[in-house]
């Protein structure tokens, strides 16, 4: 019986239509043409076996952002954010953001009447950021070296994101690699002091760590870099990784010296779209001064009218991602991001302490640094953390499990990450949760089949 196409238009429920009758193409462009409400529903049914991002504990990047910001995002897709002049408006934006930012890291001479008194750029996430500041560095160093260039290193802990070992082989750098312990996850000054040479580009010091989101010791690093250069040694440089921590510690922390208050570092990295609460992706890198950005590596180009400096890596990108963060500062401003860290922060250290009467937990950090829970076994309950990782997925909750980084692989680890959208009310479901599950393994044994993971290298 031939089909009345009005009624399936009209009358038919749209799943006894044609999403009910011919599978979406996978792998070849449709031969025709679809409804865009067909087209829309396909897609958004096919999402849904994503699972909620609310309940992913994995990732630091924002799930959750105010339907005002959300608005002016969408306002903005369209808004490339390479073209200056002809977006002046949000070439101002993203100007007043990286001042902000600047500033916030206490970078020397801004002046606050001067958008151009910072030096800086928005970014596509951290990892961009951490590319142009590593360059930045690899130029400085052959600029102020006499003699053979040809072999360059990066000082940095076996614990960075893996966007640094990406940086080292992209642009032929030696990624000198210092080891963690089964008992210490961050690198130390006497390891920096052994480590670089006349070589050594920078040394990477991470404010918040991928594993733990531990801050590793930047003034410490710092003094231990001076006595070398004051005794003769290399001058290096230093870059903070602060893609994690950039947002947090100034709010939770702000007399910890680690940013632009400490002479030694050169720049900066941070990440937007994570505890700058933005959607992603948005990152900044900062630098100190004019002098640590070579001018060699900004480029002028005039063929999207007027003279315009550029260094990114990427060309065009959307404008949306720094209205979305200009929003949020305007929003928050310092006292509300201080109010939402402080409320992360007592979040996550009352899920560990609730987490804690499991008698097999044993907490690596509480989330009173940036708000971060890493926790592991207490010597052989007859599961791992894998397993745990496991049955928690089968009710919806995303939280990873994985081994440490060098040298330290034996220990395993659950992380759990407390971002803007994580309630107290779902911290304690998490935390009950966890406890269930540590019970029910503890009754009938490890379930034998969840296998580990592996972070960064």
Request: net charge negative; with cysteine.
């Given at each position: 019986m031939k089909r009345n196409k009005h009624l399936d238009g009209v009358l038919a429920p749209a799943y006894t239509g044609r999403l009910d009758t011919e599978p979406v193409p996978a792998l070849r462009l449709p031969r025709s043409e679809m409804h865009p409400d067909i087209a829309y529903r396909y897609i958004h049914d096919e999402l849904m076996l994503d699972g909620s991002s609310r309940l992913n504990l994995a990732t630091f990047v924002t799930t959750w952002m105010e339907p005002q910001a959300a608005q002016l995002m969408a306002e903005t897709f369209d808004k490339n954010m390479i073209d200056k002049d002809e977006y002046p408006a949000t070439a101002a934006i993203e100007e007043r953001c990286v001042n902000m930012v600047a500033d916030l890291f206490h970078a020397p001479e801004l002046d606050p009447t001067d958008s151009s008194s910072a030096t800086g750029v928005s970014t596509i996430g951290s990892s961009e950021a951490v590319m142009l500041a590593g360059l930045a560095l690899k130029w400085r160093w052959r600029e102020g070296k006499t003699g053979d260039t040809s072999r360059p290193n990066l000082v940095m802990g076996s614990n960075v994101q893996v966007v640094w070992e990406k940086f080292c082989k992209y642009f032929d750098v030696e990624a000198k690699y210092l080891p963690m312990t089964p008992d210490r996850y961050v690198i130390t000054p006497e390891q920096v002091r052994e480590a670089v040479d006349e070589n050594t580009i920078g040394v990477v010091a991470i404010l918040g760590t991928t594993y733990t989101g531990e801050l590793e010791p930047v003034k410490e690093i710092a003094?231990?870099?001076?006595?070398?250069?004051?005794?003769?040694?290399?001058?290096?440089?230093?870059?903070?990784?602060?893609?994690?921590?950039?947002?947090?510690?100034?709010?939770?922390?702000?007399?910890?010296?680690?940013?632009?208050?400490?002479?030694?570092?050169?720049?900066?990295?941070?990440?937007?779209?994570?505890?700058?609460?933005?959607?992603?992706?948005?990152?900044?890198?900062?630098?100190?001064?004019?002098?640590?950005?070579?001018?060699?590596?900004?480029?002028?180009v005039n063929y999207l009218g007027g003279d315009m400096p550029t260094f990114t890596l990427n060309f065009s990108r959307p404008g949306n991602q720094v209205v979305g963060q200009y929003y949020n500062f305007l929003r928050l401003g310092r006292e509300g991001y201080k109010t939402i860290m402080e409320t992360l922060r007592d979040t996550a250290v009352r899920m560990t302490e609730r987490i804690c009467t499991c008698p097999e937990i044993e907490v690596i950090t509480d989330g009173s640094a940036i708000p971060v829970v890493t926790l592991k076994l207490k010597g052989d309950p007859g599961f791992t953390v894998f397993?745990?990782?496991?049955?928690?997925?089968?009710?919806?909750?995303?939280?990873?499990?994985?081994?440490?980084?060098?040298?330290?692989?034996?220990?395993?680890?659950?992380r759990i990450v407390v971002r803007e959208g994580f309630s107290a009310d779902l911290g304690r479901h998490l935390a009950d949760a966890i406890i269930e599950v540590i019970t029910t393994l503890r009754e009938r044994g490890t379930i034998g089949h969840a296998e580990e993971q592996h972070f960064a290298h």
């Amino acid at each position: 019986m031939k089909r009345n196409k009005h009624l399936d238009g009209v009358l038919a429920p749209a799943y006894t239509g044609r999403l009910d009758t011919e599978p979406v193409p996978a792998l070849r462009l449709p031969r025709s043409e679809m409804h865009p409400d067909i087209a829309y529903r396909y897609i958004h049914d096919e999402l849904m076996l994503d699972g909620s991002s609310r309940l992913n504990l994995a990732t630091f990047v924002t799930t959750w952002m105010e339907p005002q910001a959300a608005q002016l995002m969408a306002e903005t897709f369209d808004k490339n954010m390479i073209d200056k002049d002809e977006y002046p408006a949000t070439a101002a934006i993203e100007e007043r953001c990286v001042n902000m930012v600047a500033d916030l890291f206490h970078a020397p001479e801004l002046d606050p009447t001067d958008s151009s008194s910072a030096t800086g750029v928005s970014t596509i996430g951290s990892s961009e950021a951490v590319m142009l500041a590593g360059l930045a560095l690899k130029w400085r160093w052959r600029e102020g070296k006499t003699g053979d260039t040809s072999r360059p290193n990066l000082v940095m802990g076996s614990n960075v994101q893996v966007v640094w070992e990406k940086f080292c082989k992209y642009f032929d750098v030696e990624a000198k690699y210092l080891p963690m312990t089964p008992d210490r996850y961050v690198i130390t000054p006497e390891q920096v002091r052994e480590a670089v040479d006349e070589n050594t580009i920078g040394v990477v010091a991470i404010l918040g760590t991928t594993y733990t989101g531990e801050l590793e010791p930047v003034k410490e690093i710092a003094d231990t870099l001076d006595e070398i250069a004051a005794s003769g040694g290399p001058d290096v440089p230093m870059h903070v990784d602060a893609a994690s921590g950039g947002f947090v510690v100034p709010f939770l922390h702000p007399g910890l010296a680690w940013d632009f208050r400490v002479p030694r570092v050169a720049s900066i990295n941070v990440s937007g779209h994570k505890y700058g609460l933005t959607y992603p992706g948005i990152g900044f890198v900062i630098w100190r001064g004019k002098s640590d950005l070579p001018e060699d590596l900004v480029f002028r180009v005039n063929y999207l009218g007027g003279d315009m400096p550029t260094f990114t890596l990427n060309f065009s990108r959307p404008g949306n991602q720094v209205v979305g963060q200009y929003y949020n500062f305007l929003r928050l401003g310092r006292e509300g991001y201080k109010t939402i860290m402080e409320t992360l922060r007592d979040t996550a250290v009352r899920m560990t302490e609730r987490i804690c009467t499991c008698p097999e937990i044993e907490v690596i950090t509480d989330g009173s640094a940036i708000p971060v829970v890493t926790l592991k076994l207490k010597g052989d309950p007859g599961f791992t953390v894998f397993d745990v990782s496991h049955e928690l997925r089968a009710g919806g909750w995303q939280v990873p499990a994985y081994t440490m980084p060098a040298d330290a692989e034996a220990v395993s680890v659950l992380r759990i990450v407390v971002r803007e959208g994580f309630s107290a009310d779902l911290g304690r479901h998490l935390a009950d949760a966890i406890i269930e599950v540590i019970t029910t393994l503890r009754e009938r044994g490890t379930i034998g089949h969840a296998e580990e993971q592996h972070f960064a290298h």
